[in-house]
Nanobody, 125 residues
Framework: QVLLVESGGGLVQAGGSLRLSCAASGRTFSSYVMGWFRQAPGKEREFGAAISWSGDSTYYEDSVKGRFTISRDNAKNTVYLQMNSLKAEDTAVYYC??????????????????WGQGTQVTVSS
């Protein structure tokens, strides 16, 4: 069992930045592929970014590529999402997700086993 807790969401103006964090419980964090998803009001949850167990590989959805950066610190059991040049359309609840695997990438909801409770990001235009 892995518990994921996101933090760092909030209200920011368009063009601004936020860094989300996701703290994971357990002693095998480095065995997990981690992902960030988001869900805007009235829309389905969608993939944003993923990072391999070692942190050597990353994968991004086209809509965030070049603006968002996913990273991880396995010593701290934490994955991050640095979000720059934020746009109004980035407004959503952001979810951290985990799956224990060495296969990468993982970009579909059904590929992940564990989910956080989400953190709200609101970008004002």
């Amino acid at each position: 069992q892995v518990l994921l807790v996101e933090s760092g969401g909030g209200l920011v103006q368009a063009g601004g930045s936020l860094r989300l964090s996701c703290a994971a419980s357990g002693r095998t964090f480095s065995s997990y592929v981690m992902g960030w998803f988001r869900q805007a009001p009235g829309k389905e949850r969608e993939f944003g970014a993923a990072i391999s167990w070692s942190g050597d590989s990353t994968y991004y959805e086209d809509s965030v590529k070049g603006r968002f950066t996913i990273s991880r610190d396995n010593a701290k059991n934490t994955v991050y999402l640095q979000m720059n040049s934020l746009k109004a359309e980035d407004t959503a609840v952001y979810y951290c997700a985990a799956v224990r695997t060495y296969n990468f990438p993982k970009r579909h909801i059904y590929e992940y086993d564990y989910w956080g409770q989400g953190t709200q990001v609101t970008v004002s235009s």
